[in-house]
């Protein structure tokens, strides 16, 4: 267990909806990074936030956007969804992103399924 | 952009024996992190190696780092059934950051 929790676990969508994923990061760590996992594929980068603000960002279109909160927890917004969106989604927390030697920890992810 | 490439893509081996997968990537990199992914769920830290180390070992596990040629390998000793899942490499970059990841090799153990 990395103490790094995400919900829901599954999430069935029409296509044109939109959708919010949240994730609670580990204790004491103030750095949320979001992943994209297409079956058969690796994650990719979507993007990370740093002490409440965006601190960098994959290739993603604009509908995919986030928060950050005070306690440091996170959420994914994805606008306007398409088929291609399908996918789980992983949420990684991480103490310190720039300390170069730094582990993520990823939560059981998000199932998102969208017809 | 994936930047590292895991081989084999599957492996199949019988309990006890050895399992070593690969992976390659193309840039220069700070660490290297491997990762084991069970049925598509969450992603479980395995091991991280930094750019100035070669080698490091954890339990069964033993990960090795050649700079020159961009590549690393990690090595399970004594393989379990539990040991069946699919094993992801990662790269981290000072000052970027995202992880990285390759392909992922599916490793299964046959009892």
């Known amino acids: 267990e990395t103490g790094v929790t995400q919900s829901p676990t599954h999430l069935i969508k029409t296509r044109g909806q939109q959708v919010t994923l949240r994730c609670s990061s580990q204790?004491?760590?103030?750095?949320v990074s979001w992943y994209q996992q297409a079956l058969g594929q690796g994650p990719q980068f979507i993007f990370q936030?740093?002490?409440?603000?965006?601190?960098g960002r994959g290739n993603f279109p604009p509908r995919f956007s986030g928060l950050q909160f005070p306690n440091y927890s996170s959420e994914l917004n994805v606008n306007a969804l398409e088929l291609d969106d399908s996918a789980l989604y992983l949420c990684?927390?991480?103490?310190?992103?720039?300390?170069?030697?730094?582990?993520?920890?990823f939560g059981p992810g998000t199932r998102l399924t969208v017809l | 952009s994936q930047q590292g490439e895991e081989d084999p893509q599957a492996l199949s081996i019988q309990e006890g024996e050895n399992a070593t997968m690969n992976c390659s990537y193309k840039t220069s990199i700070n660490n290297l992190q491997w990762y084991r992914q069970n049925s598509g769920r969450g992603l479980v830290h395995l091991i991280l190696?930094?750019?100035?180390?070669r080698e490091k070992h954890s339990g069964r596990l033993r990960v090795t780092l050649d700079t020159s040629k961009k590549s690393s390998s990690l090595l399970i000793t004594a393989s379990r059934a539990a040991d069946t899942a699919s094993y992801f490499c990662a790269t981290g970059i000072r000052g970027a950051q995202k992880l990285v990841f390759g392909q992922g090799t599916r490793l299964t153990i046959n009892p």
């Open positions: 204790s004491g760590h103030n750095t």
């Open positions: 990684a927390s991480s103490l310190d992103w720039d300390s170069g030697t730094d582990t993520q920890y």
């Open positions: 190696i930094r750019s100035n180390e």
């Open positions: 936030y740093y002490r409440e603000e965006e601190n």
